[in-house]
């Protein structure tokens, strides 16, 4: 298909699309380009379509490219539609599903911590000893820092720990 391409206030020269690809045309320069450089004929341009403007010698021409247009773009829906069912029609990844789940029980862990729910704050709080091993491990995930454990009360369980956070840690700013 012959095309006139360049700017539209800028030169127009003839050229024949070559290809076509998702963005953008190949275009073969038929007759010769340039002011103060010249561009050789049969040089190939990347160019938008959006310059690009189709040369039609009488209305038969007209319609063949309106059909051809029409029939590409029915190719290409054709060829995301057949792309979006295979995607669908593969199985999830199981195991990412699960990580993500565990990264947002850990954050969600971490967030419990914190009094003022800001996740890189200095962490000050009180847990359970069962819980210990859980909070450290979002703690070092998230922060790059650990958990300290100040003060235990073996009669009620708990531990009060505290950790610098993200901000004050090797991660931080």
């Known amino acids: 298909m012959k095309v006139y391409f360049g700017r539209q206030n800028g030169q127009q020269t003839l050229g024949e699309i070559v290809k076509i690809n998702p963005k953008k ?3 073969k320069q038929l ?33 063949a490219a309106r059909n ?4 590409k773009r029915a190719e290409d829906q054709a060829a995301e539609d057949q792309a979006a069912e295979d995607q669908a ?17 850990m954050f969600s862990k971490l967030l419990s911590l914190s009094s003022t729910h800001d996740w890189r704050a200095p962490i000050n709080a009180h847990i359970k000893q069962s819980d210990y091993d859980a909070m450290n491990d979002a703690v070092i995930f ?4 650990c958990l300290d454990i100040v003060d235990r009360d ?5 531990y009060r720990v505290h950790a610098i956070g993200y901000r ?6």
Do not use: I
């Open 89 to 105: 029609a593969e199985v999830p990844d199981l195991f990412a599903v699960e990580k993500k789940n565990e990264h947002e029980d």
């Open 142 to 145: 998230y922060t790059a820092t």
């Open 154 to 158: 073996d009669d009620v369980g708990t």
């Open 31 to 63: 007759e010769a380009r340039g002011v103060r450089k010249s561009h050789a004929v049969g040089a190939v341009w990347t160019v938008p379509p959006s310059l690009c403007t189709p040369v039609y010698d009488d209305d038969e021409q007209r319609n």
């Open 168 to 173: 004050m840690g090797p991660a931080g700013p």
């Open 68 to 71: 051809w247009v029409m029939n």
């Open 25 to 27: 045309f190949k275009v």
